[in-house]
Structures are given as structure tokens and as C-alpha cells.
């Protein structure tokens, strides 16, 4: 990562804007306006090859006229100008380079040639690039705003602790002019475009250090390197800093199956999913989750200590909703501690002492009642944050500054530590009032209770965070693995439980090896053509002696014959047949973006049907694979469901890790797929097993 060369970017004192002009509301003209009207104190010099005066600067018909080295070249010249401008830029010396013209890799293979090409040069000279088809950069603190933003007409974003870092240059505005209408304020903002150098992972490892920043915002449509962007986000969490991500493309329409079941199931979104959570970030659902997620961590200026939250309410039904919003997002309510339950009852003897403290309209009746209730449930209680709601007095700001500012700043002052959220109809000036004491004000409970439950599973996250391993040498490249015994003896060589298992090439080789195994067997059909057996006939269970045997096979020749006549059957697999156990499903994805991806779920004929499986990052360890496996809901069966026997977890754990170090060794996997696995009380079986390599290359 390169990332404090950003700084180059983002702190330049002095502009030259490529493509200037006289009109204020054309594009290069919106760029010099918004950089003169934005308060930035650098120079700015203004290009265009008419070389006159320019919205009352003096203009320069080239970047190589200007008397000084600008710091930043800003390039919003037409597409077809675009790479003369950059190699200017680049004979001048200029330390950063913004291109905001479109019309490059994003429309056609010619125009990608040119944005190699125009990357290429810039690190060649040691500058950085951001774009091209980009909405450029805001630097807020210095109010260096490196945009054509037409958001820009109506908000002035104001200096704060949040950053932003999006791909798409029209959501980031969309969303910082939103924040900004609430009244939250930025460190930082980039819009990365076609991320021809610039991506949006570098820009979130520069945040990490930037001093400025408490929040991370970002927006993703797709990452190039996704490794690059796990070390990103655990450097974000191990800085401290919460990053909440929006990533579009969560349906299955954007994302092509596998042949495999894994394949299928371990989608690339999902394995976006599963690196977010492993690395400490939180994907949220929504603009507005987005938002209330950095307003209140932004405002509080930290994560909660727990995830328990007391409620103090004037309406038992919105406390019930609040309840409600807990069990979704994953807070306690824990119920209130005995000593405050006592305290409450002095004070208020009219209330239900409970939680959620539902103090009834009787409250104004108690001289600063609300706020003192609130420090008995922050005195006697664990809970890491407390929630009033306070119906519509945010609306009176006279009766709100009397009757609640002076005493909730003392309740701020005596429980640093510990968060208060206001919910409240209010206005502005209400909500600034409360903000500057570390108390965010919402106007709805369910989102703030959902915000907050988002707030504390990051913190949850960060305290077991995915950690980052040299990747293991190649092992031999994998032989042919492309039928089920192939595939099952390649599984064997790495460690994993694979029964006795015989290939018969005719009905006598099958009673042979059916005696050698004992009854009673099962026999599958061996053919490359085939992934997927059973639903060609290609599979009989429970052959009890060597007359079945015979009319198994014949059964198979036939049935694969009638639905798979240009097959070419190897063999046929004679098996033990095991019973009992309970069927998972094991496998692994290599994730074009993340590498191997390890899977594990219901499996078995349940495993399309319920789609109940957990994803992990390989290679696991033995904690992060009991974690992994601890989300499968099926996984009460494996404890010991209703009075069964438990089965054999550590083992199934010992095949999850043997797993993803085969797959780790192995980059030329695409997918494997061992289902099922069926776990005894004592040990494992593979019984399934499909593995897909990449097509060999062909010159």
C-alpha cells in the first residue's frame, strides 16, 4: 500500500484546472467556481487555450505556461484531449493529477488502451491519478474542493470527522449532500471512477491514518484486488475507525452460478459479505443505514461499550417497537437491575420499572424526571448505552433549552463513557444543541436502535479480526480430478476421511469389489460428462448381495444410456453404504476477487432447498472454523437436537481446516464440492466429492 502518497492529492495548496472556463455552470467552469467559492486559500490557475482572463483570474493557454509548479492538475478538457493534458501535467511536475473526463475504459477497449496508457505514465513520473470519469475530491478541512459536484449548488459541506471514499461519483454526492442536509460534517471525500491508479481500498488505508477522520464511509461497486482491500479494512478497524460500506450487486442476478453447489451458494457477494465481517467493516442495507450509522458514531465519537441498551419511554408501544428492533439487530435489553428498579420506584412511583422504563406521560410532573431517571439506569446498570424517547419536545426550542439542555450535559459529564440517544420530532437548532455534548438525536426509535445494533457488532467484530497469512507454496499442480474417484482420492491425499471405495469396470469387477467392502454397497456411475448424478438415475443405494449388484449396474448402464447417451462412463465406484450420521455439505469457492472462499451448511438433498450454510476466508484456523460453523443453524442437529447423540464437531472442524489449506495450495481450483459429508458420533465420511479446476491453458 502506498497510501501517504495520497496526501499529494489531498493536500495541495495550489490547482491548475486543465479545461477552465468563463462560464460558471459549464463543467470546467463549475470546477473553478466551486474551488473559489469554497474558501480554498491556494492558487488556482486557470487553462484553456484561449489564454485570456478567466472568472477574474488570469488564465494560461498551457499547464507549461504557468509560472509555478501547481500541486494538482485538474483535467476536464474533452475525451480526445485528455492524454496530451496528463503528459503536460506530468512535464511540469505536478504532484497529483484528477481526471474527471468520462469516455475510457468504461465505454470501450480503445479507451481503456488510453487509461493504461495515461496510468502508465503517471507512475512512471511518481505521481498519483485519480479517475479518469471521476467527481474528483473534497478535502473539506482546507475546503479544497476538486469537483464539478452539481450537489455543490445547494449544500456547502461542512468540516468534521466522517470521510467518504465511493466509485461512484453521483451516489457520493448524492449521500454527502444528504449527510450535509443533516447536519453532518466531512474530513474527506474521493470518488474514485474508473480507479485507473486510485482505487477505492487505497483511499480507505489512507483514511486509517488520516487524523482528521473518526468514520469511514464507502461505497463500492466492485474491487480489482481483493486482498488489497481486506488489509485496507483491518487497518481502518485496527485504527479504531468503524468502516460502514454500501456494496451494490447483492442479488443473485448479478453474479453467474458454478456448476457446483459451493459455487453456486458462495456467490461473490456473499464472499463480500464474509471479508467485511471478518475485517471488521458493516455493510448496510441502505443510504439511510449508511448514514445513521456514521451520524452516530461520528456524533458519540466512539463504538458503544456493550450491546445492551435501556430504554425510557413515555409510550409502551414504542417500547415494544424498540424491542422489537433489538431482536433484529442483535442488542440486549436486559432487564432492569433490582438497585435501580428501587431507585426508579422513589423517584417515579408511577412508572413500570422495567425495561423497557416506560415512565408514562406523568413524567413532566418530576422536576428534570427524564434525565435523572436516565442517570439511575446508567448508575445501576451494565447497560453501554441508554435511549430516551422524548415524543415531540425537540420541537420547542426555548421549552427544550429550559427544561432538558444544562441537565443532559450534566448526565453527559457523569457518564462519559456511556452513550444517550434522543428520539425526538426536533429541529435543528435542537439537534445541534444535543450533538455538541456527544448525543446523537434521531426521529425515529427503530432506526436508531438499528444504527446502534450495527455500531455494536462492529465492535464485536474488531475483537476477533481476520488475520492475514502468507499464502503457502504451490503444491504440485492437481492431476485429473474430474470424476468422483479422482476427485475423492485427491480429497485422501490431503487428509481428509474418504471411505474404501472401488472402481469396477464391468457387473463381475462390481460383485468383486462389493464382497472385498461388504454388504451392503452402493454403487454410482464414473463419467466425466456427469456432475451431478442422481438426477440421471446414475446412483443405487443399499445393494444387499451380488445378484443386486448385477441389476444395479445394469440399472445404471441404462438409465444413464436413456438421459446420457454420448456419456462416457469410466467405470462404476462401488461404496460402503453408511447410514446414519447427520449430512453436511463441505466445499470451497475460489472467489475471483477474494481467493478461497470455505463453506459449510446443511447438506444432503436440504442443501439448494434451505440454503443453510456459513462462509469463512481460507485459510481458517481452528477458532475462526468453530465460528464459521457455529452460524449454520443445522449445526443443532451435530450438538445433540431434541435428545439425539451428538456427533463428532472436532472432527468435522479437522476436515473444515484440511479443506482450505488443500484449496490454499491449490490456486488452480475453481470450486469443490464434498457433499455430503456425513459426521458420526466418532468421525467424518466424504461420500460425495466434485472438484473443478481451471481450463488448462491453450496457446
Sequence with gaps: MTSPTLCALFEAKSVAVVGASSDPDRIGGRVLRFLRESGFEGEL?????????????????????VPAVP?????VVPTGGVEAAVCEAIQKGVRSVVVLTAGFAEVNVEGRAVQDRMAAMCRAAGIRMIGPNSLGLLNVETRLFSTFSVVLYGINPKAGNIALATQSGAFGSALYGAATLRGMGFSKIIATGNEADVDVAEAIDYLADDPGTRVIMAALESAKDGQKLRRALLKAANAQKPVIIMK???????????????GSLAGNDAAYDTVFAECGAYRARSQEELLDIAYLVSTTGHLPVNNELGVLTSSGGIGVMIADACGDSGLAMPALPEAA???????????????????????TSVKNGTVRALDI???RSSYGTTLAYLASAGLTPASFKNNYAQPFKELKARHPARDVIVVTLSVPEVDRELEKIGIPVFNDATRATLALGAAATIRARWADLYEIRDTPSRARELG??????????????????VPQEILAIDADAAVVAADTIGYPVVLKVVSRQILHKTELGGVVLDVKCADAVRAAHQQILDRVNAHAPHAQIDGILVCPMIVGGTEMILGVSNDATFGPMLLVGAGGINTELYKDVSLASAPLTQ??????????????????????????????VKAMIKLSGFAMCHPEIVSVDVNPLVVHESGVAVLDAVIIKQPAASF
Excluded at 71 to 75: P, R
Excluded at 480 to 497: F, R, Y
Aim: hydrophobic fraction near 45%; proline fraction near 5%; charge should be neutral.
Design 248 to 262: 451494490v450487486g447483492r442479488s443473485e442476478l448479478g453474479a453467474a452460478a458454478a456448476a457446483t453447489h459451493t
Design 623 to 652: 477458532t475462526r472454523a468453530r465460528q464459521t460453523l457455529d452460524k449454520v443453524k443445522a449445526t443443532a442437529l451435530l450438538k445433540g437436537w431434541r435428545g439425539s447423540t451428538p456427533r463428532d464437531t472436532d472432527a468435522l
Design 377 to 379: 439506569m446508567l448508575s
Design 341 to 363: 428498579r428501587t431507585a426508579m420506584l422513589d423517584l417515579l412511583p408511577f412508572a413500570v420499572a422495567a425495561n423497557p422504563l416506560d415512565v408514562t406521560a406523568q413524567i
Design 71 to 75: 500541486d494538482q492538475a485538474i483535467i
Design 480 to 497: 485429473d480430478v474430474s470424476t468422483e474417484a479422482l476427485a475423492k482420492q485427491a480429497l485422501a491425499d490431503a487428509g481428509l476421511p
Design 45 to 65: 490557475f486557470p487553462i484553456n487555450r484561449s489564454g485570456s482572463e478567466i472568472q477574474g483570474l488570469p488564465a494560461y493557454s498551457s499547464i507549461l505556461d
